[in-house]
């Protein structure tokens, strides 16, 4: 396959000699590059509609910036009429201020094989983020550990179609609020050479994530690129809460990435038509990155959308839902016309276990993301119980399914090897296909592979004892955690880390809320 | 929701209106028609040089009619130069042909609100069809019975989003070969009052098929109107068997609709490569509907295509395919521009259980079918391993989930109402949509919500069992089969549809091959 580089996990001196002998092959795919369409699922007055409406949101209703002074005055200085601590903002102004942030960017990882480019027609593709609890098949459900996070940064590390480290991939309950991020992010910068992202729960976190990124790409290479993409949720409905805004405040006066993201459950958060929330998800994102480009205009921020249905029998948050759909769709729409990369998608799914309901809901969701036009695809596996629980099995299973996307965004080849012409005539009516010229000179790249699914015989497969996905599953997390080698990294750069970590946790008592 | 309209089962006589009182409520939704665009994998460009190819085959490879002398000559009446059995038709003349063929067609159900539109902007939903084996939750795997088909034809008369009773919802093995149509045919015309296919594994099993429609809707009815839709396989490479065309030739001549359907595993009975795929399912489809015309011009006819992959290392179909995706999407685009209703999509998989690895495949591809404007999907649901076995629990799990497809081709509206300014207005930021008046004006209609998942909270579901989507699925199977009551059925209809059963069956041995 054209889009995978192989290669071989490396160590230095002698004991990574000794390792390159036994080392396992490690392949992980480009980030994607879509050669089909988008599907656009609004027309053109539909989309001014929304856009209009959004602007009439923002310059009547305005939005709340809570307990930051700093921010409304800058506000004030750009011209929006600031009330207390709601900022109304004049028609077309906030589209004017977004108008400096970048329509593309590289996020740079320490291993530039690895780095990524979002926005234009790419999708990079991060794991989970924000779990509590795990689930593994043997173990059940129970709160996560830092060493589960280092885990699954492993499996994300070894993952093919997997092109990004993530962040919180659960949260580490174990170790104090306070210093979780240090061990956090030393655990992506150290057991994966993937790109990650850097921590937002406070802005001296976020300034943490800076520090510790200049120790691994060195100082002078943060200040002018782009090495961390970091979620800033906003309070939806219409608000702008000081501590991730904070957190947007540091990263992008460092010219790190910030996703701008409304995180929205329909019917709750947000109108319960999908309209209405396009159209508040679109006064939301113009706020915060407008408010990004105040900071430093340049400053990279993709639009973000976190958007699901609620079953209004019992207010749960239900996944993989057509109304989920529509309105990751018309996100896509509004923020190719906004010129910004798009944050969408993911494994959603509401189900306890990674069963059916999983992965029809996670499925649903999957290929609205690719079609819809997503760049940055966050939860993109692992996802499990309404994000309460990242799942070892499922990470495995959607991480495989990652691959459908890969080779579906790749369309249709119609040079004359793709016609097959000489084929249809070798072969005839009534042959068979299998042993002629054409098939053996495509069949390894023709068709996509499942690594996990059982495509054996029924008494084969019945023979090996009848082993549902889970249990696949649960086998092939083994085998990798088993089969992991960490990535090289300069001895300096490690020791660095490490005293910084430690010099950190050492600074502050712990803290546990 | 405004596309299903409620009834309930209804008896006739006294029993009835006992029935009546204690009648399972019953909602079928009217068949889909979309609101939202079809998605165009190919450009134009690429459209045009597969049509081309396809004439290329056809004219130059040619396609075999096999054990079929009348078939020859009327190919050499319309033009085409007949070598053997081998028609090698001229550039354009398939084509030509094809224009007589309606691009919409109604078929007709015995009750006139199951009337389907097979066609434009329409999606028919169908059950499975053909497998040897069922599999229950309890059971496991086994040959299906004439009893299991009883069961599933009740299962899809009861399915909210099933608009079609479809055919040989699995093969009844216990009942012979030569008779099991007559037995499948009853089942479908007094257990249901959807509609239906025919028979088509003998050309005089197409005419007993049309022998009874005329006993149930009437014979000036169906002389006169389309009550059935067949499946007609093309024996892929470019074969058409004399049984197949025997099917289509009764079934066209009494003006009955017919699938026209190459059934491709690629890289085995087509090209390993999309567009070489696409080209042969082109030729093929030309060539079969031009015979339809050929037959009786006017005579309704679907663009049938399916297709799937190979596992390379096994050989085993795989279901859910990027590549599968391609075909679908493309072979959409040549039926709409050969004015032809489109056949493809269906709940595919490959896995030995309804689970995760099925769910995701099955998901895959009922998404897809959609998007590709499928107007008349066969196998949406039921269908596991392959095809090789009807599941009870997946054809609830899919059933359900095709709900999800009705909601998302309603598309977005973008009136007042779906704009939900007002709702904006009211809630303000940081404020909350759960008790607004616009969430209390449309929360019932506004989210799809599935009728099987689980969406309780974590301690709920764990002390109800910890029960996963399969073992809902097995319960509510059972439920389903003791609520099923039978439709009305005018009395003397149903003794003549007994009495054409019997007499059949006494008048010929029993064969089991």
Same mark, same amino acid.
């Given at each position: 396959?054209?889009?995978?580089?192989?290669?071989?996990?490396?160590?230095?001196?002698?004991?990574?000699?000794?390792?390159?002998?036994?080392?396992?092959?490690?392949?992980?795919?480009?980030?994607?590059?879509?050669?089909?369409?988008? #599907?656009?699922?609004?027309?053109?007055?539909?989309?001014?509609?929304?856009?209009?409406?959004?602007?009439?949101? *923002?310059?009547?209703?305005?939005?709340?910036?809570?307990?930051?002074?700093?921010?409304?005055?800058?506000?004030?200085?750009?011209?929006?009429?600031?009330?207390?601590?709601?900022?109304?903002?004049?028609?077309? $102004?906030?589209?004017?201020?977004?108008?400096?942030?970048?329509?593309?960017?590289?996020?740079?990882?320490?291993?530039?094989?690895?780095?990524? /480019?979002?926005?234009?027609?790419?999708?990079?593709?991060?794991?989970?983020?924000?779990?509590? #609890?795990?689930?593994?098949?043997?173990?059940?459900?129970?709160?996560?550990?830092? /060493?589960? #996070?280092?885990?699954?940064?492993?499996?994300?590390?070894?993952?093919?179609?997997?092109?990004?480290?993530?962040?919180?991939?659960?949260?580490?309950?174990?170790?104090?609020?306070?210093?979780?991020?240090?061990?956090?992010?030393?655990?992506?910068?150290?057991?994966?050479?993937?790109?990650?992202?850097?921590?937002?729960?406070?802005?001296?976190?976020?300034?943490?994530?800076? /520090? %510790?990124?200049?120790?691994?790409?060195?100082?002078?290479?943060?200040?002018?690129?782009?090495?961390?993409?970091?979620?800033?949720?906003?309070?939806?409905?219409?608000?702008?809460?000081?501590?991730?805004?904070?957190?947007?405040?540091?990263?992008?006066?460092?010219?790190?990435?910030?996703?701008?993201?409304?995180?929205?459950?329909?019917?709750? %958060?947000?109108?319960?038509?999908?309209?209405?929330? $396009?159209?508040?998800?679109?006064?939301?994102?113009?706020?915060?990155?407008?408010?990004?480009?105040?900071?430093?205009?340049?400053?990279?921020?993709?639009?973000?959308?976190?958007?699901?249905?609620?079953?209004?029998?019992?207010?749960?948050?239900?996944?993989?839902?057509?109304?989920?759909?529509?309105?990751?769709?018309?996100?896509?729409?509004?923020?190719?016309?906004?010129?910004?990369?798009?944050?969408?998608?993911?494994?959603?799914?509401?189900?306890?276990?990674?069963?059916?309901?999983?992965?029809? /809901?996670?499925?649903?969701? *999957?290929?609205?993301?690719?079609?819809?036009?997503?760049?940055?695809? *966050?939860?993109?596996?692992?996802?499990?119980?309404?994000? $309460?629980?990242?799942?070892?099995?499922?990470?495995?299973?959607?991480?495989?399914? $990652?691959?459908?996307?890969?080779?579906?965004?790749?369309?249709?080849?119609?040079?004359?090897?793709?016609?097959?012409?000489?084929?249809?005539?070798?072969?005839?009516?009534?042959?068979?296909?299998?042993?002629?010229?054409?098939?053996?000179?495509?069949?390894?790249?023709?068709?996509?592979?499942?690594?996990?699914?059982?495509?054996?015989?029924?008494?084969?497969?019945?023979?090996?004892?009848?082993?549902?996905?889970?249990?696949?599953?649960?086998?092939?997390?083994?085998?990798?955690?088993?089969?992991?080698?960490?990535?090289?990294?300069?001895?300096?750069?490690?020791?660095?880390?490490?005293?910084?970590?430690?010099?950190?946790?050492?600074?502050?008592?712990?803290?546990?809320?």
């Amino acid at each position: 396959m054209n889009e995978v580089t192989a290669r071989r996990a490396r160590g230095g001196g002698g004991s990574a000699r000794r390792a390159e002998r036994t080392a396992v092959s490690l392949e992980t795919a480009r980030f994607i590059t879509r050669n089909i369409p988008n #599907f656009e699922i609004l027309n053109e007055e539909a989309l001014q509609i929304i856009e209009w409406n959004a602007e009439t949101v *923002l310059e009547e209703i305005g939005v709340n910036f809570l307990e930051n002074p700093a921010a409304l005055q800058r506000w004030r200085d750009a011209g929006a009429d600031v009330r207390g601590e709601r900022v109304h903002i004049p028609r077309g $102004l906030a589209r004017k201020l977004c108008a400096t942030a970048p329509s593309s960017f590289t996020q740079h990882a320490r291993n530039p094989a690895r780095n990524v /480019e979002i926005g234009g027609r790419s999708l990079v593709l991060a794991p989970v983020y924000g779990p509590p #609890f795990v689930r593994d098949h043997e173990g059940g459900r129970r709160y996560a550990t830092m /060493e589960d #996070f280092r885990n699954f940064v492993k499996l994300g590390y070894m993952s093919k179609w997997l092109h990004h480290s993530g962040g919180t991939v659960c949260e580490p309950t174990d170790v104090p609020v306070n210093k979780r991020h240090l061990d956090m992010l030393h655990a992506h910068m150290t057991l994966s050479d993937k790109p990650f992202m850097g921590s937002v729960t406070e802005p001296s976190r976020a300034e943490d994530s800076v /520090e %510790m990124a200049k120790l691994l790409f060195g100082a002078e290479f943060v200040d002018q690129n782009t090495v961390m993409t970091s979620l800033v949720n906003i309070n939806s409905p219409l608000t702008f809460d000081a501590t991730m805004m904070g957190a947007l405040e540091v990263y992008a006066a460092a010219n790190q990435a910030a996703i701008v993201s409304p995180f929205i459950v329909g019917g709750a %958060m947000a109108p319960v038509t999908v309209a209405g929330t $396009l159209t508040q998800v679109l006064a939301e994102v113009l706020a915060g990155v407008a408010y990004s480009q105040l900071i430093r205009p340049g400053a990279p921020v993709i639009f973000g959308a976190f958007v699901t249905s609620i079953d209004m029998n019992s207010g749960a948050p239900t996944f993989g839902t057509p109304e989920a759909a529509h309105i990751t769709y018309g996100a896509g729409q509004l923020a190719r016309r906004l010129g910004l990369p798009y944050r969408s998608g993911g494994s959603f799914c509401g189900s306890k276990l990674p069963d059916a309901q999983a992965a029809y /809901e996670t499925a649903n969701s *999957l290929n609205v993301a690719l079609m819809s036009g997503v760049n940055f695809m *966050l939860h993109a596996c692992g996802w499990l119980e309404g994000g $309460l629980v990242s799942s070892y099995e499922k990470f495995i299973m959607d991480a495989d399914q $990652l691959g459908t996307l890969h080779h579906l965004a790749q369309g249709v080849a119609v040079d004359a090897n793709g016609q097959g012409m000489d084929a249809i005539r070798e072969v005839g009516p009534g042959g068979h296909y299998l042993g002629c010229a054409h098939t053996q000179a495509n069949f390894k790249s023709a068709f996509w592979r499942s690594d996990l699914f059982d495509y054996k015989p029924f008494e084969t497969w019945e023979e090996e004892g009848a082993r549902d996905t889970e249990v696949l599953a649960a086998a092939r997390v083994k085998k990798l955690l088993a089969d992991y080698q960490r990535p090289a990294l300069d001895e300096a750069v490690a020791e660095s880390l490490s005293a910084y970590v430690a010099r950190k946790k050492e600074a502050a008592p712990d803290a546990f809320i």
